[in-house]
């Protein structure tokens, strides 16, 4: 959650932001969406394909095979499904920020490191485990590799059958 707490602002104009657009999975969550926004005090904007990742890909391959003739074509598609605005009073929010950063501010700085700071100082690895986790952590980081490699192709695959199905008759 990017920014709870504090108030959005871009470094380089020092304008406020007025709407965060958000994507994948947590648009599902409707009171994580409430939350920033009420905590961020702007609205949060959620697209109708919620899988930005996905559709960019094929945003991507629909350019290069010449699908679409510009990126203005392209962006043309984007529609909003829905907007939550905030719903908090400031004082509410101020005090839910406070309690934020108090919390951030118990984090840190709780492991002492040892002398080559690579490892807690009272970590002791074990038979299985390395300075930085279990030996079988590779294994399973590169099964769940290949688990989330499958589930991008058939994200991609399903924007790719909506984009046929809302492209223009040629």
């Known amino acids: 959650m990017i920014g709870i707490g504090f ?12 709407t965060l657009k958000v994507d994948g999975g947590m648009t599902a969550n409707k009171l994580l969406l409430q939350f920033q926004s009420d905590m961020l005090a702007c609205d949060v904007s959620v697209p109708v394909v919620a899988e930005t990742t996905a559709l960019g890909s094929a945003y ?4 290069a095979v010449g699908f679409w003739k510009s990126k203005d074509e ?12 905030p719903q908090m009073d400031a004082a509410t929010r101020q005090k839910y920020s406070k309690f934020w950063k108090k919390a ?3 984090t840190l700085d709780w492991v ?5 700071g690579t490892k807690p100082a009272t970590a002791k ?6 300075t930085f986790g279990s030996t ?23 924007v790719l059958d909506l984009l046929k199905k809302s492209a223009p008759a040629a």
């Open 7 to 18: 108030p959005l602002n871009c470094k380089d104009t020092g304008e406020p932001i007025t």
């Open 60 to 63: 991507a391959a629909g350019l």
């Open 74 to 85: 392209m962006l043309a598609n984007w529609a909003e499904k829905k907007r939550v605005t």
């Open 104 to 106: 951030v501010s118990k």
């Open 112 to 116: 002492e490191l040892d002398g080559e």
């Open 125 to 130: 690895p074990g038979p299985r485990q390395s």
């Open 136 to 158: 079988n952590a590779m294994d399973g980081a590169a099964g769940a590799l290949d688990m989330k490699v499958a589930l991008m192709e058939k994200k991609l695959d399903a």
